[in-house]
């Protein structure tokens, strides 16, 4: 484990991490789970199997990536805690920290092509969530996306040759997925633009390179976002 994934966890759990017994073999697991998104109520991390203490965080192996998600959210004016997203041999696992537990409140097995990395959502007031990369020889392939949206965390696109570019300047980032003439070219040849919608990434068009700062792209992108507000009643 890198010095920055240290300090992530020692800042979101309290206390130093050299009293947890770290183990510096990681292993690889199956997971039967599949794609779940589970819900959790404060106070029942007792009754729940999908739970891991502090203590043993490390027993399976050192993590290949760790991001700490601040969701943004206050109850009472006390901001919740951060979730801490966690990727390991078996996939992705987003922890809801409750004293000395780790809370399991999302898992999504590792694909075919596995993942390599994983980062932050490049959203910091609108939209909280990860990305995660999988790569193929010297470049990332594609990309899963997953956000908290409506209470829980859900994947909200996949895609390949993925890049982020906030078009509207909403702070909410466009996906853009660039296409190739072939494997040779260093260019692309069209780009189509996803943009959020409320619940999930939509398409918006599909346009070369050139086109992408338009005024007609950046008014349709807008335009998608507006539908997706509630609309006001009328008198």
């Keep these: 484990m890198d010095v920055k994934q240290t300090l992530t966890l020692t800042c979101l759990l309290g206390f130093p991490l050299l009293f947890l017994g770290a183990s510096a073999s990681p292993s690889r697991s199956a997971s ?22 502090v203590s043993r965080f490390f027993s399976e192996g050192v993590p290949a990536s760790m991001v700490s998600i601040d969701l943004n959210i206050y109850h009472n004016g006390y901001p919740e805690k951060p979730r801490l997203a966690v990727l390991r041999a078996d996939g992705l696992h987003i922890f809801r920290i409750q004293r000395d537990v780790l809370i399991d409140e999302f898992s999504l097995q590792e694909p075919p092509v596995p993942w ?8 910091k007031s609108k939209l909280f969530g990860v990305v995660l990369w999988a790569s193929e020889e010297h470049a990332y392939a594609s990309a899963t996306v997953v956000c908290h949206v409506d209470g829980r965390f859900k994947v909200v696109f996949r895609g390949d040759d993925v890049e ?28 189509t633009i996803w943009t959020w919608k409320g619940k999930e990434y939509v398409k918006v068009a599909r346009v070369p390179p050139g086109q ?20 006001r009643a009328t008198p």
């Design 32 to 53: 039967s789970n599949g794609l779940s998104e589970v819900g959790c109520k404060e106070g029942d991390a007792e009754d729940r199997k999908d739970t891991v203490l």
């Design 116 to 123: 390599d990395t994983m980062h932050s959502f490049p959203s």
């Design 164 to 191: 982020f570019a906030d078009l509207d300047f909403d702070g909410i980032p466009e996906i853009l997925t660039e296409e190739y003439a072939s494997q040779d070219a260093k260019e692309p040849i069209t780009v």
């Design 212 to 231: 992408l700062w338009s005024k007609q792209i950046v008014e349709a992108v807008r335009r998608t976002k507006q539908e997706a507000l509630p609309r």
